[in-house]
């Protein structure tokens, strides 16, 4: 699988983002936002998303917003692209239809099957998992989505006490989120590294690609995936509803 981890992940973004390998002629790419079945965003109705990948910008939008994008960067460059005036026009544009910016992520792919081996690890199957259904203390290694469903969890034990624990989730046909959660008093035990490498390889197992996204400015999350044996890949932007 690690020999097909980076077509397999173009894969799905070709998928979310409604483009063709021809369409890397372009440095800036905009297509018509389309959802399906095997896009991590079928299920919504954002009006753009944004990704940054390879050096190139390839927006996903409405019909009405596709020239004003086109305007607004035929001249940027994916290395400086995050910058306050972009963030600020893009915000500029959707308002305007009543969306705004939601988030702003880095994802991760594995780079190898590197894992750091404990005794204190617990596996739970999907059915299990379930038994942790409303504790707060896990809610970003699961989500309890049927849309997105929980498929495989890590815990790191000591003492008898859950100090950490993983999840991945079924996002999408080819990537298989990865959730962590690690008590606030573990935090300079490295149980996020050792959790988040053995659930990668767990999925490897299963053919498919684990993914790890995390908050740009979340420093610290970043650290345990490049520690973890991943590399990043692509950042996103993704729209939300305005609040009325």
Request: net charge positive; hydrophobic share 40%.
């Amino acid at each position: 699988m690690l020999n097909n981890i980076s077509k397999t992940t173009l894969k799905q973004l070709m998928i979310d983002y409604n483009f063709t390998l021809n369409s890397f002629e372009d440095n800036l790419v905009i297509t018509e936002i389309k959802n399906s079945k095997d896009s991590r965003f079928f299920n919504n109705d954002m009006i753009f998303r944004l990704l940054i990948y390879k050096n190139h910008i390839i927006i996903s939008t409405t019909k009405e917003l596709k020239d004003a994008f086109l305007n607004l960067f035929k001249n940027s460059t994916s290395s400086w692209f995050f910058n306050y005036k972009n963030l600020k026009a893009i915000d500029n544009e959707l308002l305007k239809f009543g969306f705004k910016i939601s988030e702003i992520k880095e994802y991760f792919i594995p780079k190898d099957d590197s894992f750091i081996k404990s005794s204190n690890l617990r596996s739970y199957k999907a059915l299990e998992i379930l038994d942790f259904k409303g504790d707060d203390r896990f809610d970003e290694a699961f989500a309890f989505n049927k849309v997105t469903p929980d498929i495989l969890g890590i815990s790191y034990i000591e003492n008898e006490e859950i100090l950490g624990m993983s999840g991945v989730s079924l996002d999408s046909k080819y990537l298989y989120q990865i959730g962590i959660n690690v008590s606030s008093k573990s935090r300079s035990k490295n149980i996020g590294t050792i959790l988040v490498s053995n659930i990668k390889n767990e999925v490897l197992k299963l053919n498919k690609v684990p993914f790890y996204g995390t908050s740009i400015s979340h420093l610290e999350s970043q650290k345990v995936a490049l520690k973890s044996g991943f590399s990043p890949e692509f950042i996103e932007i993704t729209s939300i509803k305005k609040a009325d």
